[in-house]
């Protein structure tokens, strides 16, 4: 199916803009300092039967992952939060400590992306750590710097939020393959048939790049096929070092979109893993790095996966008005009343709260009209 035309991606585009606004947008959970280096997010947050929303993300503190853990605490604690009155305020329910989260004897170094999802048996929730205890592949082992380790995706199971800290974890996703061999950030997506998509962000042996990856799960079974590794490549402009999927998004059917299945990709991008040295005369903009990215917008039409539009193929849609710019890892909730989207956004003091935007359904039949 070809691309949308100009006007309906504009359309697309001004919806998405609307959902991640800079402006409008307050702190839900802040990091434990307001310093760099600390920050909380990279998860999502869902909705139970009776209307109360879990938010699970992860704190981080000041570390350097080039040297190990040694420099810093770095994730430190996967916590969930509950709200009762729809996102206006959170309380912690539920915490990991590193240790909490070991499998066997993989000890966990870090904490990164999770993701947790209502089901029939009642929740679950992936999360995604760096482990000691797992090796490169022989050709690359000495490519694995002391103190640090392997990010693998295990999945915890439970019949409540509060069951899942007594829940047996187990590996759901890892690789032997040194140009995926890092996997982290999970992120769930119910098609429209009832199967799970769970995409995730993959690193090679040498930290070079950042992509995005996904295994999908059929409805009724416990199983995730092959991972597809080449559904969304990275860009050409601002994103080409980095190409990160945080979240999938149905549009809802209303407007120009009534009786059209499209669906929006946010995902993060860079132009390097580290800040560029600038020429003095050079236009001064955010370029996105690792830990400091910025945000962009893609879709894809009836579900069709393997044929993806970038909204952003030139430059960025979503940069914080604030410290370095960096705006990442947005997650979108469809509630009943309406659209809640969270994301990480660069504070004045460089820390990196989570931060909340509500968009109503009038306002969504609004901007789609």
Known sequence: MSRLDRDLETKLTDFALALVDQQKARVAVPPQRSSTGFWFGGGNMVEDAEGRFYLVGRYRNFGDSRTGLGAGERGLELAIFRSDDRGQSFQKQVSFSKPELNVGDRSVLSIEGSALHFNEQGV????????????????????????????????????????????????????????????????????????????????????????????????????????????????????????????????????????????????????????????????????????????????????????????????????SPYGTGCSRYVDVLAANDGLYATWQQSQVDLSQPLVLNFVSNDEVAKLLA
């Open 124 to 319: 679950e929730l992936f999360v995604s750590t760096e482990k000691a205890g797992i090796e490169y592949p022989a050709e690359f082992q000495s490519f694995l710097k002391p103190g640090a380790g392997v990010w693998t995706i295990e999945r915890l199971q439970a019949d409540s939020i509060d069951e899942l800290k007594n829940a047996s974890i187990e590996t759901v996703l890892e690789s032997i393959e040194p140009a995926v061999l890092h996997v982290k950030d999970p992120v769930v997506y119910s098609t429209a048939s009832g199967d799970l998509v769970l995409m995730y962000c993959t690193h090679s042996y040498c930290w070079s790049s950042s992509n995005t990856a996904y295994a999908m799960r059929a409805s009724g079974s416990d199983e995730l096929s092959e991972s597809c590794f080449s559904f969304f490549p990275r860009g050409f402009a601002w994103d080409i070092a980095i190409a990160r999927g945080t979240c999938i998004l149905d549009v809802p059917q209303v407007g120009v979109f009534a009786n059209r299945q499209v669906s929006l990709l946010f995902y993060d991008g860079g132009e390097a893993l580290r800040n560029l040295d600038e020429h003095e005369q050079a236009v001064k903009r955010p370029r996105g790095y690792s830990c400091e990215e910025i945000g962009g917008v893609a879709y894809f039409i009836g579900g069709d996966m393997s044929r993806i539009y970038r909204l952003s193929r030139n430059k960025p849609l979503f940069i």
